[in-house]
């Protein structure tokens, strides 16, 4: 088993470029299910990584926030493309989810809630975690932007609420990712060891 989960991401570089594939900060392909925390490609003023917080009315940690601190990377993720293989191309849709569910929500996994005005940010659950605002379920992928990777979001239903993923500090002073047609967020993929028991 070990050996075909080995020789399936070369088997598909055979077929792939390199410039088609998401890397991580080591120059590996990004891996389905593996965990990464997301950082911003510029080191420095740009804050750090991604974590589950509270930014609006609700009670738990069901918006997805970026770190005003370069020194915290965050929490980790997970990256699910839609069909099965065995590394992640760039613009192919997948589900992001944080691997840890925070506690009082339904799941980490990534969808929009629009509860900044008219604009749609990225928050994690269903519904249920959202009361009062609108959310939209749908998928997330991976491109080339600057020296990094953008993400971008594309709902289920078809609607003009799609587009670049990109970060806004609201008046309270949370650091939120946005859908915007506006500069995207540029990021990097840290991988996170985990010890298989
Ligand atoms: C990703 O890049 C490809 C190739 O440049 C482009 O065709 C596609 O529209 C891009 N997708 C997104 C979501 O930006």
Partial sequence: MKILLLTLPLLLFAFTTQADIVLDTNGDPLLPGAQ??????????????????KAGNSAYPVNVLKSFSEVDF????????????GIIPTDTYLNI???????????????TVKDLGETWTVGIGGPQDHEGFDTLEGLFKIN??????????????????????????????????????EQP?????????????
């Fill in 97 to 111: 989810e944080f691997v840890e569910t925070p506690e009082g929500v339904s799941s980490g996994n990534w969808v």
């Fill in 185 to 197: 967020y540029e990021v990097v993929f840290s991988k996170v060891e985990v010890e298989s028991s």
């Fill in 144 to 181: 080339k932007s600057g020296s990094g990777y953008k993400l971008s979001f594309l709902p289920y239903v078809n609607g003009p609420m799609s587009g670049d993923i990109g970060t806004y500090i609201d008046d309270d002073r949370n650091w939120r990712l946005v859908v915007t047609d």
């Fill in 36 to 53: 990464y925390k997301v950082m911003p490609v510029i080191w420095g003023p740009t804050g750090g990584g991604l974590f589950p917080g």
């Fill in 74 to 85: 965050g929490k980790p993720l997970r990256f699910l493309p839609l069909i099965r293989i």
